[in-house]
């Protein structure tokens, strides 16, 4: 921060200076703020192409990511595993700095440091993606993370490898760079990083002689026994597979790559194959991976994917490759997988996480193996199980979907809170520790839609008459941060088990259970519906809140229906019923936000009608990302609103839903049409109960805040106009209201056409 000065660079009294110390005795508070812990926790979220090492008796676990359908969620946690205790624990850092989240990095451990570098970010959506150029190192004693700088480090990358080599030194080999924008890369260079006995860290390309080298690669295996690095397999710039192998000697005065030539056999190319160089063995070793094949002639030649779980060994010096363990579904070793961690502590092989096509998508695995060099045997430490992904329609995130107009910072935003805030700006280290996303979102929504008393009065009735006479079993959808959950063991269930897709959610909900006291009777596990077996509850009670601005908005009727159909059938639901309505209406306050203002052009002097050509009038609009209350927003009701869906959640399913359907309106006012306004109602089992409503001006400002209305403009029906019409009508005059909905139910479309 610079100083005021008076002539003479003294600084003036009361300038500056005391600010600075003001200041810099806050950040040092703040850093006391970020006290290191280590949280013990049951087990890792499943993840694959994380960064795994170890070291002095722990295995090390950062980022990675997970796959559910086609959404991705990238982490930045860093976990440990205590292989003496058997223990997992998530680590919070000391101070508020830290790498964002990633998958495709690599990490060593060297000399009681974690040193991380690269990566990318892959936003949930699975199309942004951001590379990573920075490296990290964790302190492993004071558990504390500092970014390296000063250090020409290489080229933003991931799927590159890391390995420790002599003389406290470690490697980085190969990679690809590729954000879907402009020509993708694969890397062939190797940097070598020495660090010094004070602890800094230089970094240099290593200079190659001879023109034989491996081709540009990612994902392929790399280790160092020795002095002798090796490469082997990946995929090239053409994505083409190999199983070739190179050795270098990274002491050599003229370093140059070797080509290996094995004695016999070997493994076929694979995706997602990995390797473990155990020097005091002379030997590598390799684990899982995919391949491909085709069978068949000609033109019906089919593509057979095979994922593995067999061991090799290859001997570095005879360079033959021995299989320990053939792949088998039946043999007490760890499932089949690709894109696993896979690292050593010279006795033992370990293998964490990783991912397996399946035909429904991807399972994403979080269980951890430890193999013992010596007798060859497998053997299980923790974990649960996958985490089997679904299609995009079927993750029923409390977040709000792209279709009800949400900001994607708030949805798809994984990296964590405190990351890419500057100095001084300081982050707690309450929120530090979060994504962006779950801030964002339960900001955004849970807090306003938790403070409604008239909504948490309507979900308590509608349970308490569900749960009458004790003893039952209710199935939370959705849970967000638990409150339904809490509310059925009030109301006298005997069992609750929720599901919530977003991790960070599921623990916070387990936390407001723990905190009141339910432990025994209620937990929400970190997956979406469609996951849950009767293995973990046989429902009596589906409980739900799926909804947005719109009552279908997020698949609610897809996701009860499927839970009673898989779970119980006979199942009572709360909500038991919902319509979705719609309502012409006319408001100049709303065409002011939403089309060229006559009154401004015309104060203007100017004629701004070619702008109005944009003007969205097939498309939903919503008035919680327009920041418009319809509660406070004057408009006049030009028609009577009309339901234009109705469920039963006990007894319909998506197909008695109307895709297109026609619907008559009476025109009550006269004037100018300016949107249909689209609300919703959800009723329980007692017709006589109380309405849970979206109406403008019911549950307040807070269900204004959290769900809000939606609304699509309306314009005369002219194909040949090239800006739109107004539309005007008359009281008693009829019209029909046009209602399209999408397959999936999750967003609909309007036409009015006056007669």
Same mark, same amino acid.
């Given at each position: 921060m610079g100083k005021n000065k008076k002539k003479g660079g003294k600084a003036a009294a009361g300038g500056n200076d005391d600010v600075d110390d003001i200041l810099n005795a806050y950040a040092s508070?703040?850093?006391a703020k970020f006290a290191a812990e280590i949280e013990k926790v049951a087990e890792v979220t499943p993840r694959a192409n994380a960064a795994v090492c170890i070291g002095d008796g722990q295995l090390w676990v950062h980022g990675g990511e997970c796959f559910v359908g086609e959404d991705t969620e990238t982490y930045g946690d860093l976990f440990r595993y205590d292989?003496?205790?058997?223990? $997992?624990?998530?680590?919070?850092?000391?101070?508020?700095?830290?790498?964002?989240?990633?998958?495709?990095?690599?990490?060593?451990? +060297?000399?009681?440091?974690?040193?991380?570098?690269?990566?990318?970010?892959?936003?949930?959506?699975?199309?942004?993606i951001v590379h990573c150029g920075d490296l990290w190192r /964790?302190?492993?004693?004071?558990?504390? $993370?500092?970014?390296?700088?000063?250090?020409?480090?290489?080229?933003?990358?991931?799927?590159?490898? =890391?390995?420790?080599?002599?003389?406290?030194?470690?490697?980085?080999?190969?990679?690809?760079?590729?954000?879907?924008?402009?020509?993708?890369?694969?890397?062939?260079?190797?940097?070598?990083?020495?660090?010094?006995?004070?602890?800094?860290?230089?970094?240099?390309?290593?200079?190659?002689?001879?023109?034989?080298?491996?081709?540009?690669?990612?994902?392929m295996c790399f280790g160092i026994a020795g002095n002798l690095a090796c490469v082997y397999g990946g995929s090239n710039i053409q994505c083409k597979l190999m199983a070739d192998m190179w050795v270098l000697d990274v002491a050599a005065a003229a370093p140059a790559w070797q080509q290996v030539n094995f004695s016999a056999g070997g493994?076929?190319?694979?995706?997602?194959?990995? +390797?473990? *160089? *155990?020097?005091?063995?002379?030997?590598?070793?390799? /684990?899982?991976?995919?391949?491909e094949t085709k069978v068949g002639d000609g033109k019906k030649k089919k593509k057979v994917v095979t994922v593995h779980n067999d061991t090799w060994a290859l001997d570095l010096a005879s360079r033959e490759f021995k299989e320990l363990q053939a792949s088998s579904e039946a043999a007490k070793q760890p499932p089949v997988r690709m894109s696993a961690g896979y690292v050593n502590d010279g006795s033992a092989l370990y293998v964490f996480g990783g991912v397996v096509e399946v035909d429904a998508g991807q399972k994403t695995l979080g269980d951890l193996w430890r193999m013992d060099v010596a007798s060859g045997k497998w053997h299980y430490l923790s974990g649960t199980g996958p985490a089997l992904g679904c299609?995009?329609?079927?993750?029923?995130?409390?977040?709000?979907?792209?279709?009800?107009? *949400?900001?994607?910072?708030?949805?798809?935003?994984?990296?964590?809170?405190?990351?890419?805030?500057?100095?001084?700006?300081?982050?707690?280290?309450?929120?530090?520790? /979060?994504?962006?996303?779950?801030?964002?979102?339960?900001?955004? $929504?849970?807090?306003? =839609? +938790?403070?409604?008393?008239?909504?948490?009065?309507?979900?308590?009735d509608g349970l308490n008459a569900a749960c009458t006479g004790g003893g039952k079993a209710v199935f939370d959808i959705g849970s967000g941060a638990g409150l339904l959950s809490l509310l059925a063991v009030k109301a006298g269930a005997s069992k609750v088990v929720g599901c919530e897709v977003r991790g960070e959610l599921a623990a916070m909900a387990n936390a407001m259970v723990a905190q009141n006291g339910f432990g025994d009777k209620a937990a929400v596990i970190n997956r979406v519906s469609t996951e849950i077996t009767s293995d973990d509850i046989v429902p009596d009670v589906i409980v739900h809140e799926l909804f947005g601005a719109l009552l279908l908005g997020e698949r609610s009727l897809k996701f009860v229906s499927k839970a009673k159909a898989e779970l119980n059938p006979a199942a009572a639901c709360v909500p038991r019923r919902g319509t979705q309505f719609a309502t012409?209406?006319?408001?100049?306050?709303?065409?002011?936000?939403?089309?060229?203002?006559?009154?401004?052009?015309?104060?203007?002097? @100017?004629?701004?009608?070619?702008?109005?050509?944009?003007?969205?009038?097939?498309? @939903?609009?919503?008035?919680?990302? +327009?920041?418009?209350? =319809?509660?406070t927003l004057p408009y006049t009701k030009l028609s009577e609103r009309v339901p234009i869906a109705a469920v039963d959640y006990a007894t319909d399913d998506p197909s008695k839903v109307a895709l297109e359907a026609e619907h008559p309106l009476t025109i009550i006012a006269s004037g100018e049409v300016t949107a249909v306004l689209l609300t919703w109602e959800a009723y329980n089992e007692d017709p006589n109960a109380a309405v849970l409503s979206t109406e403008p001006g019911v549950g307040g400002s807070g269900r204004a805040a959290a769900w809000g209305q939606a609304y699509q403009l309306v314009e005369l029906p002219s194909p040949s106009a090239s800006v739109p019409q107004a539309m005007k009508v008359e009281a008693g005059q009829a019209a029909t209201l046009l209602v399209r909905f999408s397959q999936d139910l999750a967003t609909l479309q309007c036409e009015v056409v006056p007669e």
């Amino acid at each position: 921060m610079g100083k005021n000065k008076k002539k003479g660079g003294k600084a003036a009294a009361g300038g500056n200076d005391d600010v600075d110390d003001i200041l810099n005795a806050y950040a040092s508070q703040q850093d006391a703020k970020f006290a290191a812990e280590i949280e013990k926790v049951a087990e890792v979220t499943p993840r694959a192409n994380a960064a795994v090492c170890i070291g002095d008796g722990q295995l090390w676990v950062h980022g990675g990511e997970c796959f559910v359908g086609e959404d991705t969620e990238t982490y930045g946690d860093l976990f440990r595993y205590d292989l003496a205790t058997k223990e $997992w624990g998530r680590v919070k850092p000391a101070g508020g700095r830290y790498p964002c989240a990633r998958n495709g990095h690599q990490a060593v451990l +060297m000399n009681g440091e974690i040193f991380l570098y690269g990566g990318e970010y892959v936003a949930r959506n699975g199309e942004d993606i951001v590379h990573c150029g920075d490296l990290w190192r /964790f302190n492993v004693k004071e558990l504390s $993370w500092s970014e390296v700088h000063g250090v020409k480090l290489p080229s933003a990358r991931a799927g590159h490898r =890391m390995a420790v080599g002599p003389d406290n030194t470690f490697f980085v080999f190969g990679g690809y760079h590729d954000t879907g924008r402009g020509k993708p890369k694969k890397f062939n260079d190797i940097h070598r990083f020495t660090i010094s006995p004070t602890g800094a860290v230089a970094a240099a390309p290593l200079k190659v002689e001879g023109n034989a080298k491996p081709d540009g690669r990612s994902g392929m295996c790399f280790g160092i026994a020795g002095n002798l690095a090796c490469v082997y397999g990946g995929s090239n710039i053409q994505c083409k597979l190999m199983a070739d192998m190179w050795v270098l000697d990274v002491a050599a005065a003229a370093p140059a790559w070797q080509q290996v030539n094995f004695s016999a056999g070997g493994l076929t190319p694979r995706h997602g194959l990995a +390797m473990s *160089v *155990v020097p005091s063995k002379g030997a590598a070793y390799f /684990f899982g991976g995919l391949t491909e094949t085709k069978v068949g002639d000609g033109k019906k030649k089919k593509k057979v994917v095979t994922v593995h779980n067999d061991t090799w060994a290859l001997d570095l010096a005879s360079r033959e490759f021995k299989e320990l363990q053939a792949s088998s579904e039946a043999a007490k070793q760890p499932p089949v997988r690709m894109s696993a961690g896979y690292v050593n502590d010279g006795s033992a092989l370990y293998v964490f996480g990783g991912v397996v096509e399946v035909d429904a998508g991807q399972k994403t695995l979080g269980d951890l193996w430890r193999m013992d060099v010596a007798s060859g045997k497998w053997h299980y430490l923790s974990g649960t199980g996958p985490a089997l992904g679904c299609d995009e329609s079927d993750s029923e995130d409390s977040s709000k979907t792209d279709d009800e107009g *949400v900001d994607d910072a708030l949805t798809d935003d994984g990296l964590p809170y405190g990351y890419g805030v500057d100095e001084p700006l300081r982050v707690p280290r309450r929120l530090a520790e /979060f994504s962006k996303g779950t801030i964002g979102q339960f900001n955004a $929504w849970h807090y306003p =839609m +938790m403070n409604d008393s008239d909504r948490n009065s309507f979900y308590a009735d509608g349970l308490n008459a569900a749960c009458t006479g004790g003893g039952k079993a209710v199935f939370d959808i959705g849970s967000g941060a638990g409150l339904l959950s809490l509310l059925a063991v009030k109301a006298g269930a005997s069992k609750v088990v929720g599901c919530e897709v977003r991790g960070e959610l599921a623990a916070m909900a387990n936390a407001m259970v723990a905190q009141n006291g339910f432990g025994d009777k209620a937990a929400v596990i970190n997956r979406v519906s469609t996951e849950i077996t009767s293995d973990d509850i046989v429902p009596d009670v589906i409980v739900h809140e799926l909804f947005g601005a719109l009552l279908l908005g997020e698949r609610s009727l897809k996701f009860v229906s499927k839970a009673k159909a898989e779970l119980n059938p006979a199942a009572a639901c709360v909500p038991r019923r919902g319509t979705q309505f719609a309502t012409l209406i006319s408001s100049a306050e709303l065409r002011e936000i939403t089309d060229i203002s006559d009154r401004e052009a015309d104060r203007l002097g @100017l004629d701004l009608t070619p702008c109005r050509a944009l003007k969205d009038t097939c498309g @939903l609009h919503f008035t919680k990302s +327009m920041g418009i209350n =319809m509660g406070t927003l004057p408009y006049t009701k030009l028609s009577e609103r009309v339901p234009i869906a109705a469920v039963d959640y006990a007894t319909d399913d998506p197909s008695k839903v109307a895709l297109e359907a026609e619907h008559p309106l009476t025109i009550i006012a006269s004037g100018e049409v300016t949107a249909v306004l689209l609300t919703w109602e959800a009723y329980n089992e007692d017709p006589n109960a109380a309405v849970l409503s979206t109406e403008p001006g019911v549950g307040g400002s807070g269900r204004a805040a959290a769900w809000g209305q939606a609304y699509q403009l309306v314009e005369l029906p002219s194909p040949s106009a090239s800006v739109p019409q107004a539309m005007k009508v008359e009281a008693g005059q009829a019209a029909t209201l046009l209602v399209r909905f999408s397959q999936d139910l999750a967003t609909l479309q309007c036409e009015v056409v006056p007669e």
